[in-house]
């Protein structure tokens, strides 16, 4: 069985390309990459917020599995919009990477506790830089582009004093020594997806690869704390402009799962948590969402909607 991939070019999107390549292949499938670039891949010189699409990382790729150039597209599972087109559908998660933010910086001493308003912290994303303004208002953010390692560029040539960015990324690209602080995801709440490989497939494609692929790649624990998340952010309506953040663990035999919305200025923030069955998490994350809009959430995503 031959699988042909779909993937973005850059090292990140590569790595997590071969990595279920190598899956497969153990399987006995032989593969082949594709590369893709994306919305998100060219347009570099605005915020993910102000691009104004909500797959600016797949869209590209979806229309490739469209074509039957791919079969599959890989995607960081929190790159993918919490609404896929009717004829695609996510098949399989890969085994979950730690899923904390990390804070990176030449400077070994660097912390968020002693940070002040003379530091600039370098993010793309709307939900650290609101995390950031909740917890350490005093703190400046500075939208960065761009792959880890245009990133990682940027902070020696010391356009930024730190960075923050996923663990998992970080950690697949080897640049975990400059790490000096792991951000409690109690406290900075991830995206929803976030240190997990999703792929994506066209709802017709050949039934024999799709069971191949799920027994290759998918790992049943991560699957069902991801079918939870992006139910939670599907009813919130949420994308890469909106600062959701939702984790899902599986505690006891039970999925549990906490998550929420804060406002863009980080002074509004609603949270809350919910626990049920190992087989109930589209529900679980749909009931968590209600009661969040419920409690504030809604006022706070009008609030996004307008300013966005």
Known sequence: ????????????????????????????????????ETKGDKILNKALSKIGSKGVFTEELEEHLRQKEVDIAVHSAKDVQSTLPDDLELIAFSEREEVHDVLISFNTDARLDTFNSSYIIGTSSTRRVAQLKHYYPKIRTADVRGNLQ????????????????????????????????????????????????????????????????????????????LRAERSFLKTLEGGCSIPVFGLARIKKNQIDLNGGIISLNGQDLVKQQAKGALNDGVNIGKQLAERILQDGGEEILSEIKANL
């Not at 031959?2 to 990140?12: D, V």
């Not at 279920?20 to 593969?31: P, S, W, Y």
């Not at 995801?185 to 999703?198: R, S």
């Open 1 to 36: 069985m031959h699988i042909r991939i779909g993937t973005r070019g850059s090292k990140l999107a590569l790595w997590q390309a071969n990595y279920v390549a190598d899956l497969l292949q153990k399987g006995g499938a032989t593969t082949e990459l594709v590369m893709v």
């Open 150 to 225: 245009t990133r990682m560029k940027k902070l020696e040539k010391g356009n930024y004093d730190a960075l923050i960015l996923a663990y998992a990324g970080v950690h697949r690209m080897g640049f975990s020594k400059y790490i000096v602080e792991d951000l409690s995801p109690q406290k900075f709440i991830p995206a929803v997806g976030q240190g997990c490989v999703a792929i994506e497939a066209a709802k017709d494609l050949n039934s024999d690869k799709v069971a191949m692929i799920r027994q290759c790649v998918n790992d049943k624990k991560t699957e069902q704390c």
